[in-house]
């Protein structure tokens, strides 16, 4: 639909219609705001050893799976807001647990050794392993 200027306008026009009543032309009140949430599943594939270097590759596909859960409130305003201060706060108060060298990396990889997660969980972003297992060959 989008291809389209005729497409674009109704989708505009129409929001509510074409979100199934999710979004409106109108804001949401302070009230939605506070009741909304999320829930994100997420399935994850990789090793269950470690490289010894940054330079190795894996020989072999993923064999360790994760399912893990991530969860909280007011998405839009609240759950953004507290994901960054936390991330910032984490770069200037552990900056010896993050990466000493490289470019740009992902929140991933450049939080892995620091207590993001948990100051994370603290303040209502809550993320959960639901499940690991074995992927066979």
Same mark, same amino acid.
């Given at each position: 639909?989008? #291809?389209?200027? $005729?497409?674009?306008? +109704? /989708?505009? &026009? ?6 199934? *009543? ?12 506070? #009741?909304?949430? $999320?829930?994100?599943? +997420? /399935?994850? &594939? ?6 010894? *270097?940054?330079?190795d590759q894996y020989k072999n596909p993923p064999n360790k799976g994760i399912i893990a859960e ?64 074995d992927i066979g060959e």
């Amino acid at each position: 639909m989008t #291809k389209f200027q $005729f497409g674009r306008n +109704l /989708l505009l &026009k129409y929001p509510s219609l074409f979100s199934f *009543g999710f979004f409106d032309i109108e804001e949401p009140s302070e009230e939605k705001i506070q #009741k909304s949430w $999320f829930s994100v599943t +997420l /399935l994850g &594939k990789g090793w269950k050893e470690k490289l010894a *270097g940054p330079e190795d590759q894996y020989k072999n596909p993923p064999n360790k799976g994760i399912i893990a859960e991530v969860k909280g409130k007011n998405p839009g305003y609240g759950a953004t807001c507290i994901c960054l201060v936390l991330a910032g706060i984490v770069i200037l108060t552990e900056p010896t647990k993050l990466p000493k060298a490289g470019g740009v990396f992902p929140p991933g990889a450049c939080f892995a050794d620091t207590t993001l997660i948990e100051q994370l969980n603290d303040n209502g972003v809550t993320f959960k392993l639901v499940k690991e297992f074995d992927i066979g060959e």
